[in-house]
């Protein structure tokens, strides 16, 4: 296999549109769109049947495995515009211990911090560089809460962007760092990732820079979606029954959603898993709307979380996370920041995963789901960890020796 051909090969695309997820109203492809004329975002679309009669589970199967391996899904028409740094497949890994400890037959994740920037951001902006590239972008701009910046300035700064980054000032330090070692102009902001998207929207006439944040351009959730197409393949087109999935601005339940409902009608799987948004208790806009009923989620008050990542008071695609969350019969659900904690703590010593604050957040969402009786024993359950535990801060461990004395081998075995 020609490891590359992924990233050499010309290969035809299917990008018929782009769509207003609020209105239905069509845009033309192939020129750059921020929100739609009713400010709401615009979704890709294509002529799945076309690309049903081109590609074939046998012609991916074939291909080196990387994400441009779904080409044909994706909107970028030049090869030569793709920007990669190597997108590879993430795994999927069981977590034996924790199914045991919460009596489920199993239990899988699938660990994204493999990734290019050590998170599952590097898809979405992966492909949104590369579109802004192919339609002549020179200056990014964008609001996170740390591993979209990291992704953006790898990808913008590798395409020859100038990067501007705006986070709340207190993203995770690591974050901030990579953000600038990355070459980015990284900018620490007193407020919420919705005030930093204020400055980015902002500059966006003033400083001439197209603006990246969540949904504001079409491209980033195509990139999220291929973690819908690679989890169907790498489980031979079965998807599971049950995801769990953490959830900010949206970009990740709503891309994968739309790649279930793509294979759907392209009559490629036959079953769509019950989509599970996961938010902590001190930021669950979504969470609040689900019960409540509302297509709509409001402004949540003082945001606060150790999963940086779920901070996000107000998500622009708040009513196309609600409508993936119904409309698979799934659920919304939040949970404390000591219960990620204590299952961020569980994964890593039991399970050998160091995963995210937001990653732990599925895992303790998983738990209280299955002593609430959302969902059963025989459920085959899949998480998402988006991101990498090395990433975050991680409690002290402040053990020493000296190695000039006697060495106490009962006092170090003892209490293990
Ligand atoms: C590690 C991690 N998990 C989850 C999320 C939530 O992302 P979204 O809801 O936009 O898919 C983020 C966003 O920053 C993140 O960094």
């Known amino acids: 296999m020609d490891h590359s051909?992924?990233?050499?090969?010309?290969?035809?695309?299917?990008?018929?549109?782009?769509?207003?997820?609020?209105?239905?109203?069509?845009?033309?492809?192939?020129?750059?769109?921020?929100?739609?004329?009713?400010?709401?975002?615009?979704?890709?679309?294509?002529?799945?049947?076309?690309?049903?009669?081109q590609v074939t589970k046998e012609t991916l199967a074939g291909r080196p495995p990387d994400m441009w391996r779904y080409r044909e899904f994706l909107p970028?028409?030049?090869?030569?515009?793709?920007?990669?740094?190597?997108?590879?497949?993430?795994?999927?890994?069981?977590?034996?211990?924790?199914?045991?400890?919460?009596?489920?037959?199993?239990?899988?994740?699938?660990?994204?911090?493999?990734?290019?920037?050590?998170?599952?951001?590097?898809?979405?902006?992966?492909?949104?560089v590369s579109m802004a590239k192919e339609l002549g972008v020179t200056r990014a701009a964008l609001a996170t809460n740390g591993n979209a910046g990291a992704a953006l300035a790898a990808y913008g700064r590798r395409a020859g962007m100038e990067v501007y980054v705006f986070?709340?000032?207190?993203?995770?330090?690591?974050?901030?760092?990579?953000?600038?070692?990355?070459?980015?102009?990284?900018?620490?902001?007193?407020?919420?990732?919705?005030?930093?998207?204020?400055?980015?929207a902002g500059g966006v006439d003033e400083a001439a820079w197209f603006d990246f944040s969540t949904l504001r351009e079409p491209y980033r959730i195509e990139g999220k979606k291929t973690m819908g197409l690679e989890l169907a393949e790498q489980l031979n087109w079965s998807l599971p029954d049950v995801i769990f999935y953490p959830t900010g601005g949206g970009t990740g339940i709503i891309g994968m959603w739309k790649a279930f409902?793509?294979?759907?009608a392209m009559g490629w799987i036959d079953r769509k898993p019950r989509m599970v948004a996961v938010q902590a208790e001190g930021c669950a806009p979504i969470v609040k709307a689900y019960h409540e009923g509302a297509d709509h989620a409001e402004l949540w008050p003082d945001a606060s979380t150790v999963a940086a990542g779920i901070r996000v008071p107000a998500a622009i695609g708040d009513f196309l996370i609600l409508r993936a969350v119904r409309e698979s019969e799934g659920f919304a659900i939040a949970v404390s920041d000591e219960e990620i904690a204590a299952a961020q703590a569980d994964a890593a010593k039991q399970d050998g995963l160091l995963t995210s604050p937001e990653g732990a957040a599925t895992l303790a969402a998983f738990e209280a789901a299955r002593a609430d009786g959302l969902i059963s024993k025989d459920d085959r359950v899949l998480l998402f960890n988006c991101g990498h535990g090395l990433k975050y801060p991680m409690p002290p461990s402040n053990r020493a020796i000296d190695h000039t004395g006697p060495i106490d081998f009962a006092e170090i075995t003892s209490g293990h």
């Open 5 to 53: 051909s992924n990233l050499s090969a010309e290969r035809p695309t299917f990008l018929t549109h782009l769509e207003c997820s609020g209105t239905g109203s069509r845009y033309e492809p192939d020129r750059l769109h921020s929100l739609s004329d009713t400010g709401h975002p615009l979704l890709a679309r294509y002529d799945l049947e076309a690309l049903a009669g």
């Open 76 to 128: 970028v028409r030049s090869t030569a515009s793709i920007v990669s740094l190597g997108e590879v497949m993430t795994p999927i890994v069981s977590m034996p211990a924790a199914a045991t400890r919460v009596g489920s037959r199993s239990l899988l994740v699938k660990d994204e911090s493999r990734l290019p920037t050590a998170s599952f951001k590097a898809r979405g902006l992966c492909v949104a």
């Open 167 to 200: 986070c709340p000032a207190d993203t995770p330090e690591v974050s901030v760092r990579e953000i600038a070692m990355q070459g980015a102009k990284v900018y620490r902001v007193n407020g919420l990732i919705n005030d930093c998207g204020r400055i980015v």
């Open 261 to 264: 409902n793509e294979l759907e």
